[in-house]
């Protein structure tokens, strides 16, 4: 009754603050290289690939270190010129051990990059432009390196309609889609040509949200004639750049729970990851390097830079210069990023954004009041789970009712719920870890 | 450089509104309708709903609860007090505040566990147990008056003598005699009621301000006046002796009670639709009270029979998820 879907937007979501203001005036700029580069073999979801050269073995930058293992995989580049040190297993972002590749990139080098073959966009076959992308590496940079191509793949008897190049970038303080829309104009056309091809679909939207109108104005003005693409401006709120949001936003239709984009006839792709695919595909490389917002309080020469895939955080971190009083690493951004246990990790293809806190940010007063159902998380939910509800199931263990009537499973753990709790429930935490509990059930 | 590490799993950023904030900023809005009673009942008015702070304060002293810091105890004892005539015997609104806390709340678990308005679960009480004394309305004293003798009567006796500084409220006027009473007394505040009841466009601002702060649910007023407008507009128009439509809405606990009250929202449903129902029900109930029953008023009870049915349409009014059916 009360729930008519205005267009432009979503139902409930929330407004927390931007913080972008400090690093998207920055343009994209080139990291130094670090001493050392350290690739795990396991930055996509899926089958991690797997490692097809030795100890000591000399490669050039962009050689394929790791191929693929089958379908859900992708092979792994060199992002650097120079000698394998060692193959032994490196630490991850979840504190997991994986088997991975530790270069010593050669100083002094001009770092050349090695050219493959180029795919014509204008006779390959949508096959061949998945594979080419799969040959590329290429996974989703928005943050959830899912392999491109098998979300590109538009399933037998399925059609796609709408082509949706998610510009949104809603969480706070990351400006690294800002910028690439801003400087990878030409990139983003091509790769576009390349995601037409392969998914047949009548229209191109780029959504863009209203606080990076400069990139949209930019973007239209030069929107090339031979594309059916239109940009679409939408109004500031999170968690517009999850598929759902942006499908319900930008074209007023809804997934069906449990489903795909593709089952209501659209594909989504995140702007970086399409502009990589227009900055390769046509040379036929793989992917070495990806474009991160580096901000927080904590660091001192905020900017977007183009880091090599595998250069070590705690390198990053001595170059941008941070303060002693740092408290928080945080990988992606604010709202949905994982929290740094340990600056051994390196850069992988997921990496959006790396944000600094201090002492002084910290949370202040974690003291968690009674729920006094209020509401709140109610009307920040934007897929109108009612969070007060499965988190008193929560509390009281009862994981298959909350999955069986409260629909726990449609959670894609945006977070709006914890943010807005005036009682500081840690809603979304307790859904995270009842939905792997779920899960198990379902599975044994 | 770095020395220690906090982890934490996301979201990392957390919106600054805490519920010991919402408490004290409803108490804040609280006080000008405190005010407003001294200005109409004189310094009664304080010692009444001071008495019954101190009330709802001590059983969360004696049992060691969060509501002695998280405001919430205060703001039950101040909602009590506010319904309360001016003129009621101290030792009864303390008793009273103490109810509110001991039976509203903490036998249900504390705060966020009960099913009934804890104030007005003190106030029921109070009803029962003492039908006289809060029935007994004093005429307003003005702000110079330092107390109400009956105020001072001792545990368990009346006061003895009938001071003829009492009388009837507009409402048991309208009930039992068919008089309406000087619309413009109801909005500024000078009738008989209880304390912070009387005074209607003060009420009105107040809610005005809640609802631009998003501390109350514009739902829930919403529906619950409109219903009584529409429903009283209706029985005025059929015409056989029914009060007017704006002496419906700003007569008697209303207002306090639509802006105050029935806005909890632990005792309030959650989901949208079920808001609706759950104002409309309260509007509807004040109506039948009112017109057909034995009282002359019936906000109370209206609001408390409302939360008996808020698990239910909690548990029947569901919200749809993204993605499901329709």
């Known amino acids: 009754m009360f729930t008519n879907q205005s267009n432009n937007t979503f139902n409930h979501g929330i407004h927390p603050p931007e913080n972008k203001e400090e690093t998207n005036k920055l343009p994209i700029r080139q990291f130094p290289f670090s001493p050392v580069i350290i690739l795990p073999t396991a930055q996509h979801l899926g089958k991690p690939s797997e490692i097809i050269i030795r100890e000591g073995q000399e490669v050039a930058r962009g050689q394929i270190l790791a191929n693929a293992t089958g379908y859900m995989s992708v092979p792994l580049h060199s992002p650097v010129s120079g000698r394998i040190r060692k193959i032994t297993n490196v630490p991850t972002i979840s504190g997991k051990m994986v088997p991975g590749i530790i270069i010593e990139p050669f100083a002094a080098s001009g770092q050349e990059v090695m050219e493959g073959n180029p795919v014509d966009v204008n006779h390959a076959t949508p096959e061949e432009i998945l594979k080419a992308i799969q040959d590329a590496g290429i996974v989703g940079l928005g943050g959830a390196a899912f392999p491109t191509h098998v979300k590109l793949k538009v399933p037998e008897g399925k059609v796609c309609e709408d082509l949706l190049i998610n510009g949104i970038e809603c969480e706070p303080f990351l400006t690294t889609d800002h910028r690439v829309m801003l400087e990878q104009a030409e990139d983003i056309f091509m790769g576009i040509r390349y995601l037409l091809r392969a998914t047949q679909a009548k229209q191109v939207i780029i959504g863009i949200e209203a606080n990076k109108q400069d990139a949209a104005d930019y973007l239209t003005g030069l929107i090339p004639e031979d594309l059916p693409l239109k940009v679409k401006v939408v109004p500031v709120k999170y968690p517009q750049g999850a598929e759902k949001m942006l499908i319900t936003s930008i074209l007023g239709k809804e997934i069906p729970s449990g489903g795909l984009p593709i089952d209501v006839k659209v594909v989504v792709v995140n702007v970086a990851t399409t502009a990589e695919i227009g900055r390769l595909l046509p040379h036929g490389r793989g992917i070495q390097e990806r474009v991160i917002t580096i901000t927080g309080p904590g660091v001192s020469k905020k900017g977007n830079y183009r880091i090599a895939i595998g250069t070590p955080l705690r390198f990053v971190l001595e170059q941008v210069g941070v303060e002693d009083t740092v408290s928080e690493v945080y990988m992606g951004g604010p709202m949905m990023g994982v929290a740094v246990s340990n600056l051994d990790i390196s850069i992988v293809k997921g990496t959006s954004g790396i944000v600094v806190f201090t002492e002084r940010e910290a949370k202040k007063d974690p003291k968690v009041y009674p729920c006094i159902k209020c509401g709140a998380c109610v009307d920040a939910c934007p897929i109108s789970l009612n969070p007060s509800k499965l988190g008193i199931l929560a509390k009281y263990e009862e994981y298959d009712k909350m999955a069986e009537q409260y629909n726990l499973l449609d959670c894609f753990e945006c977070g709006s719920c914890s943010y807005v709790c005036p009682s500081h429930i840690p809603l979304v935490q307790y859904f995270r870890l009842s939905k792997t509990i779920v899960r198990k059930r379902i599975a044994s | ?326």
């Open chain 2, 1 to 326: 450089m770095i020395r220690k590490l906090h982890l934490a799993t996301s979201p990392h950023l957390k919106d600054e509104e805490q519920t010991a904030h919402i408490m004290r900023e409803l108490i804040y809005t609280l006080l000008p309708v405190l005010a407003i009673a001294v200005y109409y009942f004189g310094f009664a008015a304080l010692w009444v709903v001071m008495s019954s702070v101190l009330g709802a304060l001590l059983p969360e002293w004696i049992w060691k609860r969060e509501g002695l810091k998280d405001g919430s105890a205060i703001l039950t004892g101040l909602l009590l007090g506010l319904t309360l005539p001016p003129g009621i015997a101290l030792w009864i609104a303390f008793l009273g505040g103490f109810v509110s806390i001991v039976v509203g709340k903490l036998v249900w678990g504390g705060l966020g566990q009960n099913v009934f308005n804890p104030a007005l679960v003190g106030r029921a009480f109070l009803q029962s147990a003492f039908p006289i004394a809060i029935t007994t309305w004093n005429n307003p004293g003005g702000w110079t008056s330092l107390y109400y003798p009956s105020n001072l009567a001792m545990p368990f006796m009346q006061s003895a003598h009938a001071d003829g500084l009492t009388g009837a409220t507009p409402l048991s006027i309208m009930k039992f005699e068919g008089q309406s009473s000087d619309i413009m007394h109801l909005f500024l505040g000078s009738t008989r009621g209880s304390i912070g009841e009387t005074c209607g466009i003060v009420l009105v601002l107040i809610g005005a301000y809640l609802l631009y702060k998003k501390l109350i649910n514009w739902r829930i007023p919403l529906s619950i006046l409109l219903t009584v407008l529409v429903g009283s507009s209706l029985f005025y128009w059929m015409g056989t002796g029914f009060a007017n439509p704006l002496f419906t809405l700003f007569s008697g606990g209303l207002m306090l009670g639509t802006v105050f009250m029935a806005t909890d929202p632990v005792t309030s449903p959650l989901a949208p639709r079920g808001i609706w129902i759950y104002g409309i029900g309260i509007g509807v109930l004040v109506l039948l009270i009112r017109y057909f029953g034995g009282l002359p008023e019936g906000v109370m009870y209206a609001i408390l029979l409302m939360n008996a049915f808020t698990p239910m349409i909690n548990r029947f009014v569901k919200i749809r998820t993204y993605g499901h059916k329709k």
